[in-house]
């Protein structure tokens, strides 16, 4: 009779400890894929195309003209914006933002459409400053920022401060067919590396707002 109410228990037992088996290999799953996809997603930010006054591509990264010509098309923009950053084209006395507009015009991009930014930046939050005067000399009332799609986030953050006081509508779009993946980023230098410094660089500039 003892044997029969020891049984019991261990049987129970048993199935519980093979339930748990189960469980635990899933939930590491789970989180392993979280921790691994959540920093490269949270970066990413592409809203869908559609109808805005100025379509404006950051300087640096490549593909991001002929990719931004194509969404100038999609969105019957009146603008297309360079940002003027001083640098040149090693050999060549044109700068870097004449190059793009070159390319940009040879995409189908009218000549009449382009807008090279006044102002020189070097830096987002430099980009960000000379688009809001220009958004000041024009009058548009939306525009859709293209980028890297790493890149994405911290340049909706520092646009959104940029144009905090305005009412102009802000979109962002990242480069399509771009090598960043949300869910790949870790397993190639170059965007680990991009990866950390852009969360670095996000951080630095809240603590800026902040401070």
């Known amino acids: 009779m003892t044997s029969q109410f020891n049984v019991e228990p261990a049987v129970k037992n048993s199935?519980?400890?093979?339930?748990?088996?189960?469980?635990?290999?899933?939930?590491?799953?789970?989180l392993l894929f979280l921790a691994v996809y959540l920093p490269g997603r949270l970066l990413v930010v592409s809203q869908p195309i559609q109808h805005v006054d100025a379509v404006v591509v950051l300087s640096g990264g490549e593909g991001?003209?002929?990719?931004?010509?194509?969404?100038f098309q999609e969105a019957n923009a009146q603008w297309f914006v360079i940002?003027?950053?001083?640098?040149?084209?090693?050999?060549?006395?044109?700068?870097?933002?004449?190059?793009?507009?070159?390319?940009?015009f040879r995409?189908?991009?009218?000549?009449?459409?382009?807008?090279?930014?006044?102002?020189?930046?070097?830096s987002t939050t430099g980009e960000a400053a000379v688009v809001r005067q220009m958004i000041a000399d024009t009058g548009v009332g939306s525009?859709?920022?293209?980028?890297?799609p790493y890149h994405t986030r911290r340049a909706q953050l520092v646009f959104w401060h940029a144009l905090r006081s305005t009412r102009v509508e802000l979109r962002m779009r990242a480069v399509e067919g771009h090598p960043y993946r949300p869910l790949t980023w870790w397993l190639y230098e170059q965007w680990?590396?991009?990866?950390?410094?852009?969360?670095?660089k996000i951080a630095y500039t809240l603590y800026g707002w902040l401070h």
């Not at 991001?64 to 969404?71: K, L, N, P, T």
């Open 15 to 30: 199935r519980r400890g093979r339930g748990c088996s189960r469980i635990w290999p899933g939930a590491a799953a789970l």
């Open 64 to 71: 991001r003209v002929e990719y931004a010509a194509r969404v």
């Open 83 to 104: 940002t003027e950053t001083g640098d040149h084209v090693p050999g060549y006395p044109e700068s870097v933002s004449e190059f793009d507009a070159v390319r940009a």
């Open 107 to 122: 995409l189908g991009v009218p000549y009449s459409a382009i807008y090279i930014t006044q102002d020189e930046s070097s």
């Open 143 to 148: 525009i859709l920022v293209v980028t890297d």
């Open 192 to 200: 680990r590396s991009a990866t950390l410094q852009e969360y670095a």
